[in-house]
């Protein structure tokens, strides 16, 4: 049975309609296909150009934290140095304050130094805001233990005091968080951002505390981070002009940013070493506290941002996309209205238009094509040649309208009792052929019989007051006159033409009596 469909295909293959039809299919397909294969390319270059960007951001992140971890290294070396000069040297307050000034000189990354005495003195050296090269310092002294003095100097850029005054404090600087944070470490310990009543400034401070051989504080010697040149150190990064770089403590407080737009206050120490991506940006956390700080370093930017020739390539692929789904629509249009004439054009090349089978011209390619076909499974074939009895009258009496009916019953119950490798054609009139192909197992002349029996009923059921309307049948194998086509023909037209001569409403082979 699968064989003989197979050879319902060829033959329909064989056909040019046929053939024009499965062409536009497959130009169809090749267009969809080509369209599938950009969206999935383009898919795959989207997501490449993804992880790149990702990569970008990761590396971006790693060195943003870099520049953040040196600038902090750079304090606490500045802070190591002072602490060791204090604890060897015991300088007075004029020689810390040249220590101080020499150590600022040689580093960027610190804003300001200071050590502060178990007793509240505290002695201060800080960058002049705006002036490179000049200085603030404070001197805080405690005379009578309870209120203190600050005295505040300004040095121009050769070291030279150029105004100095006095007031009274009344905050001890022993009482400070950084003071407090360093004596309760044996490290280094960072704050801030925090305010630092001695200098009225908003401070990030990195402090360690000078213990005597018993653990006794003497002194607590302090940096502050400098975080405009940390801020210029950032902006200097490729984030692109969308991109944002942000330092972030625990509490969401901005240590220092780069950029606009940054989710610095989003972040969270928990999401560190995290990358989420949101509206086209992706966002990189780095956590900091292996270095002693809860800050968190964020950098967030997008593709397009990082490189514009990604968003140039995929403004170039969409356009290419669009352009071919407008192509492939109008390519499907174009089809959908040719189908229908294609298929008109196929059957009026193929079929008879009144009992739509096939038409006498198509018969003998796909003749020659089942019997191909049999040839090479070692299997067979049947011709049979059908004729309606007494048509003649049922067109005279009744109308050529009812003789067209009767011929399109035919047709109908023809179809439906034939396989699907079979091929019925109207060959001229009130004439049929039928060719069948024939298994190891099958008995023509059960099917032929058949076939002519559920005709022959179909018709009493419409005609039911016409009983000599009925029909003969004639056949032969090609067991029995060989594989040409013409022979078969007129070898299955000759046995019923013998056989109407001798009865009507009967089977006939070519070399049998009625069946």
Do not use: C
């Not at 307050?93 to 000034?101: D, G, Y």
């Not at 200071?114 to 002036?131: D, K, P, W």
């Not at 310092?137 to 005295?151: F, H, L, M």
């Amino acid at each position: 049975m699968g064989g003989m469909r197979r050879a319902a295909w060829k033959r329909r293959l064989s056909q040019p309609a046929t053939r024009l039809a499965t062409v536009a299919g497959l130009v169809v397909a090749l267009v969809v296909g080509q369209f599938v294969l950009l969206i999935a390319g383009s898919a795959a270059a989207d997501r490449g150009a993804s992880h790149a960007a990702r990569d970008s951001i990761e590396y971006l992140a790693d060195i943003s934290q870099e520049r953040v971890v040196n600038a902090m290294r750079s304090v606490g070396h500045a802070v190591g140095d002072t602490a060791r000069y204090v604890r060897v040297s015991q300088p007075d307050t004029e020689e810390l304050l040249a220590m101080l000034s020499a150590e600022l000189d040689n580093i960027v990354a610190a804003d300001a130094l200071s050590v502060t005495y178990a007793n509240g003195n505290f002695v201060e050296l800080r960058r002049s805001e705006g002036r490179y090269g000049e200085y603030v310092s404070y001197v805080v002294t405690y005379g009578d233990g309870t209120v203190a003095t600050r005295t505040t100097s300004v040095y121009d850029e050769n070291h030279k005091i150029i105004s100095s005054g006095a007031s009274l404090l009344t905050f001890g600087p022993t009482r400070t968080e950084t003071y407090l944070a360093a004596v309760t470490s044996a490290q280094l310990a960072w704050t801030g951002p925090v305010f630092d009543p001695v200098s009225d400034a908003d401070v990030v401070r990195a402090s360690l505390a000078l213990r005597d051989p018993e653990g006794t504080v003497g002194a607590v010697v302090s940096a502050d981070l400098a975080l405009a040149p940390l801020r210029v150190s950032l902006s200097t990064l490729p984030a692109g002009a969308d991109g944002a770089i942000a330092v972030t403590s625990g509490d969401g407080t901005i240590v220092a940013s780069r950029g606009s737009g940054s989710a610095a206050a989003d972040v969270s120490p928990e999401g560190a070493d995290a990358m989420g991506l949101e509206r086209g940006f992706a966002t990189v956390y780095r956590d900091m506290s292996e270095y002693g700080v809860d800050w968190v370093v964020e950098v967030r930017a997008s593709a397009e941002g990082l490189n514009e020739g990604y968003g140039r390539l995929r403004d170039t692929l969409d356009g290419v996309m669009g352009g071919l789904m407008i192509l492939t629509v109008a390519l499907g249009y174009l089809l959908a209205r040719l189908w229908s004439p294609m298929i008109a054009m196929r059957n009026g090349a193929e079929r008879d238009a009144l009992t739509g089978l096939y038409n006498r011209r198509h018969v003998d390619a796909a003749a020659e094509s089942m019997l191909r076909f049999a040839d090479r499974t070692e299997s067979g074939a049947a011709f049979v040649m059908l004729d309606l009895d007494d048509f003649k009258s049922v067109n005279d009496d009744l109308g050529h309208g009812e003789g067209d009916r009767a011929l399109q019953t035919v047709g109908a119950r023809v179809l439906q009792e034939i396989r699907a490798g079979d091929l019925a054609a109207r060959w001229g009139g009130d004439e049929f052929l039928l060719v069948l192909l024939l298994a190891q197992d099958d008995e023509a002349e059960q099917m032929v019989e058949r076939i002519r029996t559920a005709v022959s009923e179909a018709l009493a059921d419409v005609f039911p007051g016409r009983p000599d309307l009925g029909v003969t049948a004639g056949y032969a194998t090609t067991d029995m006159v060989g594989d040409d086509v013409g022979v078969l023909i007129a070898s299955a037209d000759r046995a019923l033409v013998r056989g109407k001569a001798v009865a009507k409403g009967y089977t006939y082979a070519l070399t049998t009596s009625p069946i």
